[in-house]
């Protein structure tokens, strides 16, 4: 079955603690993205990445890195520095619109989500 | 400037009524506009694209009005199973990702 998987379901860290949550997806899509949705609250961008070996940050990366060193594969991490981690983390994937010949955007596939819980 | 506004709700509806959601967008150049579903502490899940003057699916219809920089989501015949939050998302010019407001959330009661 194609699409898009993040493991763990629940993770539990002490404060302090760097933790890497997976992303994976077999949808053959370019582009891949990590967002944080806070209890009550929308969808909050924290990195995303258009391609190999490149990203670029989104609208909360203080606290975060990420990586993109296979296609499929787009691991967040959640460092020390992030003051308040407890939160959903949910990943996406899409087609860009200038690979898929269309002009417009192209719509977000979601992986399952993480919760991340910090003790 | 990347901004999508909505009613953030909650619409409190009986089983069968028809209810409408808004939503207002920034750029007038933006060309996708998408309605996304969200089930209680579930992810995101896209529920239906609006690529011209809008489209129907069964009981949901969603309209785009360009002029005004607003689309909406309609739905007919409430059902129980219809209670979740509504993302409205936009595609802003340039290779960026999607914009998403911070959705409506609907409850039908029995």
């Known amino acids: 079955d194609g699409g898009i998987t993040q493991s763990p379901k629940y993770l539990f860290r002490k404060e302090g603690q760097n933790v890497t949550l997976s992303c994976e997806q077999n949808?053959?899509?370019?582009?891949m993205y990590w967002y944080r949705q806070d209890p009550g609250q929308g969808l909050r961008l924290i990195y995303y990445?258009?391609?190999?070996?490149?990203?670029q940050k989104g609208d909360i990366a203080e606290g975060y890195s990420v990586s993109r060193e296979k296609k499929e594969s787009f691991p967040l991490t959640v460092t020390s520095a992030q003051k308040n981690p407890t939160a959903f983390y949910l990943c996406?994937?899409?087609?860009?619109?200038?690979?898929?010949?269309?002009?417009?955007?192209?719509?977000?596939?979601f992986g399952p989500g993480t919760r991340l819980t910090v003790l | 400037r990347k901004e999508v506004e909505q009613d953030p709700g909650p619409f409190n509806v009986p089983e069968g009524a028809t209810v409408a959601f808004n939503c207002t967008y920034s750029?007038?150049?933006?060309?996708?506009f998408f309605w996304y579903r969200q089930d209680c502490r579930k992810e995101p899940k896209l529920l239906m694209s609006?690529?011209?003057s809008g489209n129907e699916d069964g009981r949901f219809t969603a309209q785009l009005n360009r002029a005004s920089q607003y689309i909406s989501l309609l739905i007919r015949d409430s059902k129980l199973s219809d209670s979740a939050t509504y993302l409205c998302?936009?595609?802003?010019?340039?290779?960026?990702?999607?914009?998403f407001g911070k959705g409506t959330r609907l409850s039908v009661i029995a």
């Open positions: 990445s258009q391609i190999v070996n490149d990203f």
């Open positions: 996406a994937s899409s087609i860009l619109a200038w690979t898929s010949g269309r002009a417009r955007g192209n719509e977000q596939f």
């Open positions: 998302v936009v595609n802003f010019p340039g290779n960026t990702p999607l914009v």
């Open positions: 949808l053959n899509h370019d582009a």
């Open positions: 609006v690529y011209s």
């Open positions: 750029n007038s150049a933006s060309q996708s």
